[in-house]
């Protein structure tokens, strides 16, 4: 955690940004940028340094005074989110030159990364975890009136223990003034102006929902669409529409502008969605139904966050799986005593160790008494850290 002192007065160059949590200035020697993590179009993250702590560095690239208004709009209303589902802001740089934004580090990637590069395979129960996290998140910020607009997994990053933390708030605006723009610029004229279309037709188009492709405006119910898209990818591992991409021969749907137009005419008019999870790969029938139920076509017939979160805490009640051992129940009490073991023993090599030795064991055999003996460190928070674990736990109870 990185503990900040906040300098007086603490606003940024405009003076229309200030926090009370947060410094918004900061003198260069506390920070250093290290390594480039990843460049977009739009900015640049960085691993960096801030006061002798390891952070993310987000660098927008500022180049017009409309590129200035945006920052100090993100800027503040980053400055009013706190949720532990979000990526947590810890500093900010907001005068010039070097505008920046500080974000706490996640150390286990993004999720699109984590599925497709390292092919994790989460068990249910995670899975289903990391939803209910997300969409608690997302149900704060729609509640604070905020749309995030481009959720993805690629936006999604994952701490050490596995947590979910939506990011890129790059998007992200209040409703009220998604309304405007849109009735400014977009209806009353008929037609988009360029600079419309560049900017309102965000997010990435394989997980955005047709009334976006049509050109409509962004609202609660096209976050839920994304956000379904992004969950049947953890679900299934499968990133959206490879079948077709295969069909194309192409690295990806967006490679080809006819296979892109192919594709938007498809989601829009005939109702075209990724493969769906199936009860056989252990998902329920009812999450299946939820997801089908956020990508439908019509925006009010999608729930909201609200009622997502209360299906999936339903599930993930039912879903997980409560071992108990002679130290009493696994659980949320768990933490303490994994931080305390964290030092000494690598888990996630344990993890994979556990995996190979569980091929060559017998079930009442030595991986059970280790199991058992280490259960407090394996599984905390209602669930088991790595998917070798819960497997292995699977296997030894049934
Ligand atoms: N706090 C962080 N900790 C670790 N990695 C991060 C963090 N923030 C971002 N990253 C990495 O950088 C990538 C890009 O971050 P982000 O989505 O915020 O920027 P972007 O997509 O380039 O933004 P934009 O679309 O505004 O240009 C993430 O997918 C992730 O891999
Ligand atoms: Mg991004």
């Not at 690239?61 to 409309?66: A, G, K, R, W, Y």
């Not at 049509?214 to 049947?232: G, L, P, Q, R």
């Not at 769906?276 to 909201?304: F, M, Q």
């Given at each position: ?39 977009g179009s739009e900015s ?26 945006k920052?100090?709009y993100q800027?503040?209303l ?68 905020i749309i995030h607009r481009d959720i993805k997994?690629?936006n ?11 990011t890129d708030f790059g998007l992200a605006a209040?409703?009220?003034d998604l ?20 900017k309102n037709m965000v997010g990435t188009?394989?997980y955005m929902?047709?009334?976006i ?5 962004h609202?609660?119910?096209s976050d839920?669409?994304s ?172």
């Amino acid at each position: 955690m990185v503990e900040m002192q906040i300098p007086e007065p603490n606003t940024c160059f405009r003076g229309c940004c200030t926090s009370e949590k947060i410094p918004l200035h900061l003198p260069s020697s506390s920070f250093s940028l290290l390594a480039p993590i990843a460049r977009g179009s739009e900015s640049t993250v960085y691993e960096a340094q801030l006061n002798g702590e390891r952070v993310a560095a987000k660098k927008p690239i500022l180049s017009t005074s409309e590129d200035l208004d945006k920052f100090h709009y993100q800027l503040q209303l980053i400055c009013q989110l706190e949720h532990p589902g979000l990526a947590e802001l810890v500093a900010a740089h907001a005068r010039p030159p070097n505008y920046t934004y500080f974000y706490q580090f996640y150390e286990s990637r993004n999720l699109a990364d984590k599925l497709h590069v390292e092919e994790w395979a989460p068990a249910p129960e995670f899975a289903v975890s990391i939803a209910l996290d997300l969409a608690k998140a997302l149900e704060y910020l729609h509640g604070l009136g905020i749309i995030h607009r481009d959720i993805k997994p690629s936006n999604i990053l994952l701490d050490k223990d596995l947590h979910p933390h939506l990011t890129d708030f790059g998007l992200a605006a209040y409703k009220k003034d998604l309304k405007k723009v849109s009735a400014e610029n977009w209806k009353s004229s008929g037609k988009p102006t360029g600079g419309f279309h560049k900017k309102n037709m965000v997010g990435t188009l394989i997980y955005m929902a047709p009334e976006i492709l049509k050109k409509d405006v962004h609202t609660e119910k096209s976050d839920v669409y994304s956000y379904a898209i992004s969950m049947n990818e953890l679900l299934t591992g499968v990133v959206p529409y490879t079948d077709l991409r295969a069909e194309a021969q192409a690295h990806t749907v967006l490679e080809m502008t006819y296979t892109e137009q192919q594709l938007i005419a498809k989601v829009v008019s005939e109702g075209l969605r990724p493969v769906i999870a199936t009860p056989e790969s252990g998902y329920p029938a009812s999450l299946i139904t939820l997801i089908e139920r956020c990508w439908n076509p019509d925006p009010l017939s999608r729930p909201s966050f609200q009622e997502i979160v209360e299906v999936l805490s339903v599930l993930h009640n039912k879903l997980k799986p409560i071992p108990t051992t002679k130290h009493g129940k696994s659980g949320e009490s768990g933490t303490m005593k994994v931080n305390q073991y964290q030092e000494d023993v690598d888990w996630y090599k344990q993890g994979e160790k556990l995996g190979k030795k569980l091929e060559m064991q017998d079930r009442n055999g030595e991986v059970f008494t280790w199991l058992i003996r280490h259960i407090d460190q394996l599984y905390h928070g209602g669930r088991f850290l790595h998917v070798g674990e819960e497997r292995l736990w699977r296997m030894l109870i049934s």
